[in-house]
């Protein structure tokens, strides 16, 4: 979503001559890098000793969490434990750059910057991405990037793990340390037993992000005429938020594609989520005092500028997918039980519709 964003722009003299490339050729990704790092805020203060004491817990805790996850939802039994990297924020930075990159098959970033006009928005595109990748180098814990190889392995698929960001939170949230750093663990190595134990999520994300990317060959016209369609009532129900943004802007066919990666984040996260909740009273003593901690930080009221920012690249929208996919997840779940509810992974058809997630027995009646 926030590539698609990115490209809508910064790009719109392209769409005007009909001569929309891949996003990812548009983005010059070693300024993004560069600009990334040079912007990204330092983390908290810590001692030497602090940080290697983090970095060492939060390593056992990703392989600690692996046991329990694959036990609660049935996946990725007898699986390889896949590499999990500690990360500070310019690196988080780089790693999130190169994936990117890589998801968007923007080719390497060796290679060299395009000359003329297209070297020019190339380098718009990557001061743009470097002050995106900047802001989200504070925000993030952790994250699964299901495009980039393991070094151990050569097999795409990295679990990375923030620490700085880590320590920032649990010491404004008071909260236990090692307990929440298993407890961030058991979120974001649920999103690894998801794709280790279903390998076509990764194509199935390609293929919808290369529809999304792709030359949509409209003028602006076109586009114009749409948006004027639909102010006018004359179009198809516009959606509210960033999503009626993404109908305007988007062909019918890239809308499809976007609602098709929205349901697919809203599942990722809300089973999350749940596994979060299923695993935590067991292995992590004060589970209930984190989650009353964190949901309150998730909800509490942000600056002007805050909510601009994170309104533009859908962070609020990020919000609601935990909070809609997680309602989807604990009630198919509490209905079928969790075998049932893994027929989920099956394929592409049976991912749940937009008119699904929160209709959870219209999935149910559909699908199982």
Partial sequence: MTSNDLSRTDLTRDIADGDVESIGAKIDWSLAAATGRRLSRPGPKTTAYTLDVARTELADAATRAEGPVREVTGLADGLRVPTTRLLDREEWVDAAAQSMQSMLGAGSADEPTPSGLAGISAKA?????????????????????????????????????????????????RVVPSDFRLW???????????????????????????????????????????????????????????????????????YEAFNRMMMLGTLLEGHADHVMDA?????????????????????????????????????????????????????????????????????????PRPNEIDEPRAWMQRVL
């Fill in 279 to 351: 695993v935590g009273p067991v292995h992590v003593p004060t589970v209930a005092a984190i989650r009353q901690a964190f949901d309150k930080r998730r909800t509490a009221p942000r600056n002007p500028v805050q909510r601009i920012i994170r309104a533009l690249i859908g962070m609020d929208a990020k919000l609601a997918q935990y909070i809609r996919g997680k309602a989807f997840v604990d009630e198919v779940v509490g209905a079928v039980g969790m075998t049932a509810f893994n027929t989920i992974w099956t394929s592409p058809v049976t991912m």
């Fill in 184 to 254: 961030v663990c058991l979120h974001e190595v649920t999103h690894r037993v998801q794709f280790s134990a279903n390998p076509w999520l990764r194509q199935y994300m390609v293929d919808n992000l290369e529809i999304l990317t792709s030359d949509a060959g409209e003028s602006t016209s076109e586009i114009m005429a749409r948006i004027t369609s639909t102010v006018r009532g004359n179009g198809q129900p516009r959606e509210k938020g960033i999503l009626g943004a993404m109908q305007l802007l988007q062909t019918p066919e890239q």
């Fill in 125 to 173: 595109g990557g001061l743009q991405a470097g002050a995106l990748l900047a802001f989200l180098s504070g925000a993030i814990l952790g994250q699964y990037d299901p495009f980039t190889p393991d070094p151990d392995t050569g097999e795409p698929g990295v679990l990375m793990v923030v620490v700085p960001n880590i320590i920032s939170v649990e010491r404004s949230l």
